[in-house]
């Protein structure tokens, strides 16, 4: 069974990025990120409406790492603080040694090889440091570019399942 323990939280740098926890400084461009009409286009979600509903969801995110029960990062670039999107792994399963991913990309830094960079360093770490067997993802049948990021991966589509697919370290 997994044993999860995200204190301290587990910071990621790559050769471009820096994965960070969310911050309450992040507000504004949070808001902006979970208020995009493209970059919900594919999710099922309710939008932020205030930056309140924003803080509520920053407090929240975090009160789940502290529990350990899912890990949220936010993408900066190594030499700038600024928001470009999220990243996470969540809906653990100790017993089955998997999770779940998911992120969102802000339209101004999709196309540039970012998301790919951050997908890269999150399934090493979860594959190595946290010891998962398979992380799912779930993406709309309509999500083309999330499936072809998915694909080049490694993940595969769940027989039966529309919207799920699996990768897995075996």
């Known amino acids: 069974m997994l044993n999860l323990n995200f204190t301290p939280f587990p910071t990621i740098t790559t050769q471009r990025l820096m994965l960070r926890q969310l911050q309450d400084d992040d ?3 949070l808001f902006a990120l979970r208020t995009d009409e493209s970059v919900n286009r ?30 949220y990062w936010v993408i900066t670039r190594k030499n700038e603080d600024k928001l470009l999107g999220t990243i996470g792994l969540r809906n653990f399963e100790p017993e089955q040694y998997q999770a779940e991913i998911g992120y969102e ?49 490694g993940f595969v589509k769940i027989n039966g399942l529309e919207n799920t697919y699996i990768l897995s370290d075996k």
């Not at 309710?46 to 309140?52: F, K, R, W």
């Open 42 to 71: 594919f999710l099922d979600r309710p939008l932020p409406e205030s930056l309140n509903d924003v803080r509520e969801f920053i407090a929240k995110v975090n009160q789940i790492t502290h529990d350990n029960e899912g890990l």
């Open 105 to 153: 990309l802000h339209p101004d830094y999709q196309g540039q090889g970012f998301m790919h960079e951050a997908i890269t360093h999150v399934l090493a770490y979860g594959f190595g440091q946290l010891g998962l067997q398979a992380i799912m993802a779930d993406t709309d049948p309509g999500n083309l570019r999330s499936i072809q990021i998915l694909g080049r991966h």
């Open 27 to 29: 507000v504004h461009e």
